[in-house]
């Protein structure tokens, strides 16, 4: 080619030049698509991160619902009982902004949100699905009718000892609570955009600067970026995609309901793309200056080269050759380029192997620089390599801040070094990473701890190393390994282990823990013989009402804390739930030791106990089942110490019962006799008998008693004593104490008519039915609707409902009213002779013991006349019970007692009995 020599130059410069910057251009193109590829990575595990919430949300909250299920209050939403209980519980889980319990017709009778009006849910989907499948259900995304927000519901029905629901434990589970997940993902300190669509791309939650906001319509179209909005939607503003156009998105489903039609939630995840842009190209500018310095250096050294080898030496050459012909000049130095262009020529030769040389030098050099970069200063993954002697050979920055060792610290170390080198700072324990190194085989997610002392207390951390192994022949390094900070994964998979296996307050074993520690020891050849102790805490509801749930929360937390203390390495005690506590003794071969230590734990519970300056005591019941004798499966165990417990509760004692099969048989037949006794009150079986109640001096009928009484089918008569008793524990006695006074206020106008206009008739009150507003309620619009009926209704009380204010305050507002109040069974409870005149009652009945043992010793009458006289100076009316003779009829009318009652003059019958006549003849006899 016939080129000049600058044109030759030039040549040469760019094709030195162009290989580098391409090279240079490459790399920054090579960097941002892997800046995005590990962009995508990390939107997809933070959209994986808040699916697992999501799913172990649902999980935890179907845990929850279960455990509910199980409590008798809501087992019983009728009553008022299971409305304060699933207001407790709301304030508890805060997974749910609400708890109802609808029957199930679907009538929500119990919620911890108050009604403005009706509420019925049969029509819910996931209602019916969990009547008929007898299993939890969720719903799909809906509006809570309560709560008036969207919503996850779910269903968990509670079933009878026959198998049937009855009613359904429901929690709502609101959105709110993603929120708090979209801000918590940002802990990292990563600029991220997240929210959450529904089915139909509106927006229900989100977080960050740039994201939707609530109510807007989200469409991505991945292909062409093209979306559209239906008509449907035009009442919210619609997103465009183009503000995401420089951000990598992740998506992630997930189904709320159950089938093919459920609603889904659509997690969306969105990383910028500017900062990896910014650094392809700084990259690009930093590669690129740096080959223009190399080649002005290269050409820098060329030219000297070439005029210190070349140029010097031939002009010396020329100018002694030819000094003074200037047309010879002139040739020489023709002959003198032309030699000139031949060594430029060879200059640039070697200038081109310098240049292949350095070029392939700067490749290898910037893969280095890139590997450096991407792997050991990437976020936030650490890097580690390793040789075959597991020796450090790199460690890279992220590894600094995790371990708190410099790289010049860590460089040369053995492994095992880092396990206690600054256990000043962090003792690191790597032994299973060890081990696995030591193993030459690649393995997968490897999970150590370390305790970081840098705090004031000392911080547990957790971290995922993943192994590579590679040829050390080659590279000299043998082991590659990647860590990261995984602390908050498995705190949080921890603390759902520990709520799944651990009762929420007391921290002790919960009930499906302590159940799997029965059936392992069962399954275990070395177990001979064990007991399961039931303790359930006397008087504990009495606490919680009147000082309030966070002092009986406080004593149940110093009890479990007392009780720990107390175990043995054999021995396990759990929370069932409420007041409940499940002993598990593994000790001797005998009933004799194992009750031994049962009743020597059992004293615990009778010791006193401060919470908030206040020192508080209470018992418990006990009741002792034994294994292989009492049952062979857990849930029977359990079972039959319940039955011992509750024989020890009726029977006040202060030891452990052991179990036997009498208590089987009284336990079923109490079981039946509580089936009965509902069915009787929907059939209407009851009915009143009426005792009179006469005169101690003209012996004249005055007023009369309406007793209830139980004629059953097939058994016959069953007494008051034996039903009232289960009707009161299993919340019946409302439906039976209203009933009584429907009747006797229907029957009145025949008494009236029959037995003058001043008769009376004395209708006795529940301790229970005075524990909420409803009998007062009722009587004060009675009272309303007909205030005469006062003049003919006596009410009357025991004495253990002056144990609580709010009993005593509806008494008064009764007595307010216009109601007499009848103090019955006096001198059978705590009152002694001196209450009376603190207590809001008008009439004092003697119990029937005093009557009875009247002629016992001069003591005893003296004690009854002092009753009568005090009675008197009060101001009060005194009815002597239980008068059988007419000895007993002379003492007490001679002594001034008011009125009497018992078999010598009446005994309860039907309205329809009660013989005017015959009445009158018995009362002329006793006159």
């Not at 920054?28 to 995508?40: E, G, M, R, T, V």
């Not at 059939?683 to 012996?699: E, L, R």
Request: a negative charge; glycine letters at 4%.
């Amino acid at each position: 080619m016939n080129l000049k020599i600058s044109q030759r130059i030039m040549i040469v410069v760019i094709l030195c030049v162009a290989p580098s910057l391409f090279l240079a251009v490459f790399n920054a193109y090579k960097s941002y698509h892997d800046f995005l590829d590990q962009l995508n990575s990390d939107a997809e595990n933070f959209a994986e991160q808040l699916t697992e919430q999501h799913i172990n949300q649902i999980q935890a909250g179907k845990e929850i619902l279960a455990v509910l299920s199980t409590f008798s209050e809501i087992q019983n939403p009728i009553f008022s009982g299971c409305q304060t209980s699933v207001k407790r519980q709301v304030d508890l889980f805060p997974a749910f902004s609400n708890i109802g319990v609808p029957l199930r017709n679907g009538d929500l009778l119990c919620n911890a949100t108050p009604l403005s009006q009706p509420v019925n849910v049969a029509d819910r989907p996931y209602i019916k699905q969990a009547i008929r499948t007898k299993s939890v259900s969720i719903s799909n995304l809906l509006l809570d009718r309560t709560q008036g927000q969207y919503s996850i519901n779910m269903a968990h029905p509670i079933i009878n000892t026959q198998g049937e629901v009855t009613a359904l434990v429901v929690g709502v589970m609101p959105l709110t609570w993603w929120k708090k997940s979209l801000e918590k993902i940002n802990d990292n300190g990563v600029s991220l955009v997240s929210f959450i669509t529904d089915i139909d791309n509106r927006v229900i939650s989100s977080y960050g600067v740039n994201a939707p906001n609530v109510g807007e319509i989200f469409v991505w179209n991945e292909h062409s970026h093209s979306h559209s909005v239906e008509d449907k939607t035009h009442h919210y503003r619609t997103n465009s995609s183009e503000n995401f156009d420089d951000f990598i998105l992740s998506k992630r489903q997930v189904t709320l309901g159950e089938g093919t039609g459920s609603d889904y939630l659509t997690y969306w995840i969105a990383l910028p793309k500017k900062s990896g842009y910014e650094n392809a190209v700084s990259k690009l500018i930093n590669d690129s200056v740096l080959v223009l310095i190399v080649l002005i250096v290269t050409l820098l050294l060329i030219w000297i080269a070439a005029r210190m080898l070349f140029l010097d030496p031939l002009r010396r050459f020329a100018s002694q050759l030819f000094p003074s012909n200037s047309h010879d000049h002139r040739k020489k130095s023709k002959l003198s380029m032309m030699e000139l262009d031949e060594s430029i020529k060879d200059v640039i030769k070697r200038q081109k192997v310098t240049s292949a040389t350095l070029s392939d030098t700067e490749h290898q050099l910037l893969n280095a620089y890139k590997k450096q970069d991407l792997l050991l200063n990437s976020s936030p993954i650490g890097f580690v390599e390793i040789d075959s002697q597991e020796r450090i050979l790199t460690w890279s920055d992220r590894c600094e801040s995790l371990f708190h060792i410099s790289e010049k610290e860590a460089r040369n170390l053995y492994l095992y070094d880092l396990q206690s080198i600054v256990a000043d700072r962090q003792y690191n324990d790597l032994s299973e990473l060890i081990s696995a190194v030591k193993s030459h085989k690649n393995k997968g997610e490897i999970i150590t701890s370390s305790s970081c002392f840098l705090e004031k207390q000392p911080t547990k951390l957790y971290f995922q190393w993943h192994l590579s192994k590679l040829d050390a022949e080659s590279s000299g390094v043998s082991t590659i390994l990647t860590v990261e900070n995984v602390t908050q994964q498995q705190v949080q998979k921890q603390v759902l282990s520990e709520r799944a296996s651990n009762d929420w307050l007391t921290k002790l074993p919960n009930r499906y823990s302590i159940i799997e520690s029965i059936e392992d020891l069962i399954l275990s050849p070395d177990t001979d013989r064990f007991a399961l102790v039931l303790f359930d805490l006397n008087g504990f509801k009495y606490i919680n009402d009147n000082f309030g749930h966070d002092v009986g929360d406080d004593l149940l937390v110093n009890l479990s804390i007392r009780m720990k203390n107390l175990l043995l390495d054999n021995e396990v005690i759990a929370r069932l739930g409420g007041d409940e506590f499940l002993l598990l003794l593994n000790v001797g071969l005998t009933a004799t030791p194992i009750l031994e230590r049962a009743n020597a734990l059992h004293n615990a519970f009778f010791q006193p106990i401060k919470v908030k300056e206040r020192t508080f005591r209470f018992s418990a019941s006990a009741g002792v089942a034994i294994y292989p004798q009492d049952g062979v499966e857990a849930k029977l165990l359990i079972k039959r110490a319940d039955m011992a417990m509750y024989q020890a509760k009726e029977a006040k004692r202060s030891a452990c019962v052991l179990y036997s099969l009498e208590m089987e048989k009284d336990g079923r037949v109490r079981y039946e006799l509580e089936t009965e006794l509902r069915r009787a009150i929907e059939m209407d079986d009851f009915m009143v008998y009426y005792q009179a109640i006469v005169d101690s001096k003209t012996h004249k009928v005055t007023s009369f008693e309406a007793l209830i009484r139980w004629q059953h089918r097939d058994q016959g008569f069953i007494p008051p004593s034996v039903f009232i008793p289960i009707a009161e524990d299993v919340g019946l006695i409302n439906e039976i104490g209203l009933f009584v006074l429907k009747r006797v206020i229907n029957d009145l106008d025949y008494l009236k008519e029959t037995f003058g206009s001043s008769i009376q008739v004395s209708v006795n009150l529940s301790p229970n039915q005075l524990k909420d507003s409803e009998l007062t309620d009722y009587l004060s619009a009675l009272v309303a609707s007909e205030p005469s009926i006062t003049q003919y209704m006596v009410l009357e009380i025991i004495e253990s409902v002056f144990v609580d204010d709010a009993s005593v305050h509806r008494i008064e507002r009764l007595r307010a009213m216009g109601f007499l109040i009848s103090l019955d069974d006096f001198g059978t409870g705590f009152s002694s002779l001196s209450h009376i005149s603190r207590m809001p009652i008008d009439i004092l009945k003697i119990d029937q013991s005093f009557v009875s043992k009247m002629f016992d010793t001069e003591r005893d009458q003296k004690l009854l006349k002092n009753i009568v006289t005090i009675a008197k100076d009060l101001d009060l009316k005194t009815i002597a019970e239980g008068v059988e003779t007419e000895g007993q009829q002379a003492l007490l009318s001679a002594i001034g007692c008011s009125s009497l009652q018992g078999y010598l003059f009446a005994r309860p019958v039907p309205i329809e009995s009660l013989d005017v006549s015959l009445l009158s003849s018995k009362v002329s006899e006793q006159s």
